[in-house]
């Protein structure tokens, strides 16, 4: 017994440091604990347990269930209250808290302890038997739904019916005797789904509610939220039991959540909203729309004055914005929580801009105080203030999670998934009376979320924010018919699929889909974003091929480009047929007269983006694709392309035939094209090595080209290559008479070429990996495919994360780092980057710095966000 394992902890017992143990929740209940602030005393079951839960095949095993007894007594003790006794109950609640917050997708259990003699025991204590039976009624759902997994939309109906009967539209209006009816009503519907009566032991009643938190860390919206911000299914959830108070117990009680800055904008100002006569989750559920934290000051301004004070008092103790929950019972505050609060991305700058301001912290400390993730949301376009100004409102909600969105209307989270998922739409609103955890999926992919109810701390608000996606909610005018897939607002009817917009600065609505203008990187963004390139170590370019994308990366602070994929010039209508030309060409003299007409196309288009990146360095990688992807498909277009060419039917279907290829992916493509057909790599080195000569020449830019040979995976075909491209690019220099660098490398994404980097290096001078095909080739299968089975591995803990999304540092991180290593050995100052997608996810970004490559490479968009990325991880893990 000296040795047992320690699985609850009394708050008095935790602190802040042990949120790993305690999860978030009741690390924080702890330091408040110990600051000797107002919070209702319980205990913290530890994520351990969680853990242990699952090990023991979903069970609760008797060491832990005897811990969790014998810490009801210790509460018992502290509250001097006795859980399940009639004359002095002890009612508690069961709440979860993972390390990293997760608001709203896991389960709460309120008001635990009561049955048909603890019910009548409080109503006596209380001397309000009204709020005894709301107590009761509420648990009696709360448990059926949570627990039991009953659906929660039956208890609603019953209570719609009552209020329709009663001719009342709050569930405040309802009076005593209709409490003790819904309880009857919502005990009989229990009994009618289990076939058992309502348990009444409060024992039973706590073992299964922590049994359904444990659960409830594995359900599918949680599943979903923590792929989606990347927390670790390891981790599990600890489960806060702690002792009930009450804001429904009339006029003088209330519950609410508040932000010691506004979540929205990062304004330094107390913000929240509160209920009167309610409990905790009627404010987060958004099923009634609160009063603003600032009208508390009217109602009860010594409850007022303590709760700013204590609010102060956090944010100072944890140099953050805190969100924080708080219940009033008869005119006395409690705190239930508190936590560094979502907050959306200008938010999030604008916090940690003014925090150092304030001298709370340091320029490092503000760059690791904002996810690169949520950068997205400020780089996409706004709405163009000239359209905004004919632009009619037809209604106004509350600006929850600001941003410009439009889209076509839908009703349901699943419509929104499928819709977009199809193809059927590419933008959509996801409309609703009010979101549930449930909806996590739709919210997801919609570019706005509408609700009828709720307020600025509603489940839609939170988790909108969080997600840097634009809501508006509490909008009370619409009237919403999900039966025929329409809502009203304004006296006019939208139906799913019309399109409308929404402003989340503002709450305005439209009722037109409306142009947007490009964002701009300035004031607090620019600001913060010097801090964070002060702070890194990885140069970020830009995956690019025309000159519109090169100048908005340069515009978003991009070094260079690290990927120009050539191939991505040829597509064009003017440019193809010569392309397809080269491609049915017998010799090489007719597919050299091709290449000839392709030339300038390459070349001018190499010029410009030149001139637009100055000396910024640009990687082209030479053609990549199997020829068949630039031929035609359908019929009546090969029939027109052979007409086009001047060729038979049958010889261009001939053609056809003998590039098809049955795993495209490792066929005829990349290096392999230049192999068969020197020609292809004159060209494009001509192309490359002429417009540098030019460009130089008018401009006076000092322009070092580098070449990069793709999908290499043995040293001699690299070196083929590569003595064609030298042949050229050596007599095009000779002949202009300019003494010009260039450098020619390769990319890394065939197994073979990772174990192989030593010989590779000795003619390749920079490694570029392109972790895309990188990591088909090491896993085995098509990113285009793996989408049809990757749910099946989440669903059954094989992998926690798309490998395409998040680089698989296990696997596929070893093949890059054996490479960086040996390629080195070899070529002490080999050029190292990453071009692949992963270039602009912040974790795959930090393995990129820890490695030691020298750049990351993304698409335009992503570029503030991996230099933010690459800024964190420098700063967490300081190179040598």
């Known amino acids: 017994m000296l040795n047992k394992k320690k699985y609850l902890y009394l708050f008095s017992e935790g602190n802040r440091d042990m949120r790993d143990i305690l999860g978030g929740k009741g690390a924080n209940l702890a330091e408040m604990t110990n600051a000797g602030m107002p919070v209702p005393q319980g205990f913290t079951i530890s994520t351990e347990a969680c853990t242990q839960y699952y090990k023991d095949g979903r069970q609760i095993n008797h060491e832990i269930m005897a811990d969790i007894y014998e810490y009801i007594g210790k509460m018992e003790d502290i509250t001097g209250k006795k859980f399940g006794n009639v004359a002095n109950p002890l009612l508690v609640s069961v709440r979860s808290g993972a390390r990293a917050s997760m608001p709203g997708m896991m389960d709460t259990i309120l008001n635990l302890g009561l049955n048909d003699e603890v019910v009548e025991g409080l109503a006596a204590k209380t001397g309000n038997p009204r709020f005894a039976y709301d107590s009761y009624r509420r648990?009696?759902?709360?448990?059926?739904?949570?627990?039991?997994?009953?659906?929660?939309?039956?208890?609603?109906?019953?209570?719609?019916?009552?209020?329709?009967?009663?001719?009342?539209?709050?569930?405040?209006?309802?009076?005593?005797?209709?409490?003790?009816?819904?309880?009857?009503?919502?005990?009989?519907?229990?009994?009618?789904?289990?076939?058992?009566?309502?348990?009444?032991d409060p024992r039973v009643q706590l073992i299964e509610a922590v049994k359904a938190v444990f659960r409830s860390w594995d359900n599918p919206r949680a599943n979903v939220y923590r792929r989606m911000n990347e927390i670790p299914y390891e981790w599990g959830t600890a489960v806060n039991v702690q002792a009930m108070v009450f804001g429904n117990t009339g006029p003088n009680s209330g519950t609410g959540?508040?932000?010691?800055?506004?979540?929205?904008?990062?304004?330094?100002?107390?913000?929240?909203?509160?209920?009167?006569?309610?409990?905790?989750?009627?404010?987060?559920?958004?099923?009634?729309?609160?009063?603003?934290?600032?009208?508390?000051?009217?109602?009860?301004?010594?409850?007022?004055?303590?709760?700013?004070?204590?609010?102060?008092?956090?944010?100072?103790?944890?140099?953050?914005?805190?969100?924080?929950?708080?219940?009033?019972?008869?005119?006395?505050?409690?705190?239930?929580?508190?936590?560094?609060?979502?907050?959306?991305?200008?938010?999030?700058?604008?916090?940690?801009?003014?925090?150092?301001?304030?001298?709370?912290?340091?320029?490092?400390?503000?760059?690791?105080?904002?996810?690169?993730?949520?950068?997205?949301?400020?780089?996409?376009?706004?709405?163009?203030?000239?359209?905004?100004?004919?632009?009619?409102?037809?209604g106004k909600g509350l600006a929850a999670s600001p941003g410009a969105a439009c889209g076509q209307v839908v009703f349901t989270a699943e419509d929104a998934k499928n819709a977009v998922e199809s193809g059927e739409m590419k933008k959509v609103i996801l409309v609703r009376l009010e979101t549930s955890p449930e909806d996590i999926e739709g919210m997801a992919v919609a570019q706005g979320i509408l609700t009828v109810r709720g307020g600025m701390t509603s489940h839609a608000a939170v988790v909108a924010r969080?997600?840097?996606?634009?809501?508006?909610?509490?909008?009370?005018?619409?009237?919403?018919?999900?039966?025929?897939?329409?809502?009203?607002?304004?006296?006019?009817?939208?139906?799913?699929?019309?399109?409308?917009?929404?402003?989340?600065?503002?709450?305005?609505?439209?009722?037109?889909?409306?142009?947007?203008?490009?964002?701009?990187?300035?004031?607090?963004?620019?600001?913060?974003?010097?801090?964070?390139?002060?702070?890194?170590?990885?140069?970020?370019?830009?995956?690019?091929?025309?000159?519109?994308?090169?100048?908005?990366?340069?515009?978003?602070?991009?070094?260079?480009?690290?990927?120009?994929?050539?191939?991505?010039?040829?597509?064009?209508?003017?440019?193809?047929?010569?392309?397809?030309e080269m491609i049915v060409a017998e010799n090489v003299v007719d597919r050299k007269k091709a290449l000839a007409k392709i030339m300038p196309y390459q070349q001018g288009d190499f010029e410009a983006m030149y001139k637009v990146l100055g000396e910024r360095p640009m990687t082209i990688r030479y053609l990549d694709p199997p020829l068949h992807e630039f031929l035609p498909t359908k019929e009546e277009d090969i029939v027109e392309l052979a007409a086009d060419l001047g060729i038979t039917v049958e010889h261009l279907h001939n053609v056809i035939d003998s590039l098809h290829e049955f795993n495209p992916m490792m066929g005829h493509r990349g290096c392999r094209l230049a192999v068969s057909y020197p020609e292809i790599a004159e060209m494009q080195t001509t192309a490359v090595i002429n417009a540098a000569i030019n460009v130089s020449r008018e401009t006076g830019l000092k322009i070092v080209p580098h070449i990069m040979i793709p999908l290499v995976g043995e040293v001699k075909e690299l070196k083929f290559v590569k003595d064609v491209v030298v042949a050229t690019a050596d007599k095009l220099i000779k002949a202009a008479g300019v003494d010009m660098k260039y450098e020619v490398?390769?990319?890394?994404?065939?197994?073979?070429?990772?174990?192989?980097?030593?010989?590779?290096?000795?003619?390749?001078?920079f490694f570029s990996f392109g972790t895309n095909d990188l990591t088909q080739m090491t896993f085995g299968f098509s990113r285009d495919d793996a989408g049809k089975f990757l749910n099946y591995y989440y669903d059954n803990k094989i992998y926690e994360n798309d490998p395409f999304a998040h680089l698989d540092q296990n696997g596929v991180g070893k093949l890059v780092e054996m490479a960086v290593t040996l390629g080195r050995k070899t070529r002490p100052d080999l050029g190292l980057g990453i071009c692949g997608e992963h270039g602009g996810d912040p974790t795959s970004v930090e393995f990129c710095h820890k490695v030691g490559l020298d750049y990351v490479s993304c698409s335009p968009f992503r570029v503030p966000i991996a230099r933010l990325a690459a800024a964190q991880a420098a700063i967490k893990n300081p190179r040598k």
């Open 257 to 394: 959540v508040a932000f010691t800055r506004n979540p929205a904008t990062g304004e330094k100002a107390l913000f929240g909203e509160y209920l009167i006569n309610a409990q905790g989750e009627d404010v987060v559920a958004g099923i009634r729309t609160p009063s603003p934290i600032a009208h508390l000051q009217e109602q009860m301004p010594e409850v007022y004055a303590q709760f700013v004070d204590i609010a102060t008092r956090l944010e100072n103790h944890y140099k953050d914005m805190q969100d924080m929950e708080f219940t009033i019972e008869d005119g006395k505050l409690y705190m239930l929580q508190t936590r560094n609060g979502k907050r959306t991305a200008a938010a999030a700058l604008k916090i940690a801009v003014d925090l150092v301001d304030e001298g709370m912290i340091d320029e490092n400390e503000a760059v690791l105080r904002v996810d690169p993730k949520q950068l997205d949301s400020l780089l996409h376009p706004q709405f163009d203030p000239e359209a905004l100004k004919n632009a009619e409102v037809i």
């Open 139 to 200: 648990f009696v759902q709360m448990f059926s739904d949570v627990v039991m997994e009953l659906p929660k939309s039956e208890f609603e109906e019953i209570i719609d019916q009552m209020k329709a009967e009663k001719g009342v539209k709050m569930d405040t209006e309802l009076d005593e005797n209709d409490m003790k009816a819904l309880v009857f009503k919502f005990k009989s519907l229990y009994k009618s789904h289990m076939g058992t009566d309502f348990p009444t």
């Open 745 to 765: 490398g390769t990319m890394i994404e065939i197994p073979r070429a990772a174990l192989t980097a030593d010989e590779i290096a000795k003619e390749a001078e």
């Open 466 to 580: 969080g997600m840097g996606t634009c809501c508006v909610s509490g909008c009370g005018e619409i009237v919403v018919e999900y039966d025929k897939q329409q809502f009203t607002l304004g006296g006019v009817t939208y139906k799913r699929g019309d399109w409308i917009s929404l402003n989340g600065s503002t709450g305005n609505i439209y009722g037109k889909a409306l142009p947007t203008v490009d964002a701009s990187i300035s004031g607090d963004f620019g600001r913060f974003m010097s801090w964070a390139d002060a702070a890194r170590q990885l140069k970020v370019f830009t995956n690019a091929d025309n000159p519109r994308d090169a100048k908005q990366a340069v515009e978003f602070g991009a070094e260079g480009i690290g990927l120009c994929r050539t191939e991505h010039m040829f597509f064009e209508a003017d440019r193809i047929k010569a392309v397809r």
